[in-house]
């Protein structure tokens, strides 16, 4: 998805097959609303914020 779709094994030490990489992952895990957030705003419990850069 964001490192593209690379065919190469995973033994080979860079990529062969001309896989392009669209983005990096900012943060490993996404950014969830807190416990404030979600006795003020009830739709904010599934909201989820994820953060990819554009290379």
Partial sequence: M???KCTCP???PY????AKK???IIN???IEATKKE???NSRS???K???LEKI
């Fill in 28 to 30: 490993k895990k996404p």
């Fill in 15 to 18: 990529c062969i097959c001309g």
């Fill in 10 to 12: 995973k033994d080979l």
């Fill in 45 to 47: 419990k599934s909201a």
């Fill in 38 to 40: 979600e006795e003020e």
């Fill in 22 to 24: 669209i983005g990096k």
């Fill in 2 to 4: 964001h490192c593209g």
């Fill in 49 to 51: 914020l994820r953060i």
